[in-house]
Each structure stands twice: as C-alpha cells, then as structure tokens.
Nanobody, 120 residues
Framework: QVQLVESGGGLVQPGGSLRLSCAAS????????MAWYRQAPGKQRELVVS???????NYADSVKGRFTISRDNAKNTGYLQMDSLKPEDTDVYYC??????????????WGQGTQVTVSS
C-alpha cells in the first residue's frame, strides 16, 4: 500500500509564493514519475507539471517560468514551488505518483488534494 500526503497549501496574495509538498509512504521500491494536477469546482482536473526519473519535465504553458517541480529521492517527497502566483492559480492541487512497490508492482497513486487560494 502506497500513500501520498500533500501539504503546503493556503491563502497567498497575488505575486506571492507557496511550496507544496507530496510525501510518499508505504512499500516503495522506486518512484518512476511524479506530477501535479489542479482542479477547480465543476472543471476537469488539468496537468500542471509532470516529471519522470531522469529529469524530463513537462509544464503547462500557464505556469512555465513560475512553477518548479523537484523531488528529494531520499525522502520520497516531491515539491511544487509556485512563484508569482495569480488569482487564476486558485484551485485544489493534487499530487500523482507512479510507484514501483517492493513487490515490484506498479501503482498509480493520488494524494488527497490541497487548496491553494490566491487573493488580495
């Protein structure tokens, strides 16, 4: 069983910064890829950024140059640094990971979501 726990969301003023964390726990052998999505009420979940082992990343055009994904492999934790935040970045942010368990089973896992609100 693998779980993702997110933290770091909150209320921030336009132009401010937040850093989201996504801690993976359980029977993890390795993490193939990690991604962040966001979803507004009544809308589809959309990809913010994805990153695979080896460093290849894919950012949504709306966040390029403002958001940065990173990972601490020793801690099985991923991060999303969000700078120059705009009101339109207000959403619930979800972490997703593709994980290989100790039993060599591939799992796709979602976090519970964390609210980010950008408002003055």
């Amino acid at each position: 069983q693998v779980q993702l726990v997110e933290s770091g969301g909150g209320l921030v003023q336009p132009g401010g910064s937040l850093r989201l964390s996504c801690a993976a726990s359980g029977s993890i052998f390795s993490i193939y890829a990690m991604a962040w999505y966001r979803q507004a009420p009544g809308k589809q979940r959309e990809l913010v950024v994805s990153a695979v082992s080896g460093g290849r990343t894919n950012y949504a055009d709306s966040v390029k140059g403002r958001f940065t994904i990173s990972r601490d492999n020793a801690k099985n934790t991923g991060y999303l640094q969000m700078d120059s935040l705009k009101p339109e970045d207000t959403d619930v942010y979800y972490c997703h990971a593709t994980v290989q368990t100790i039993a060599r089973v591939k799992n796709n896992v979602w976090g519970q979501g964390t609210q980010v609100t950008v408002s003055s």
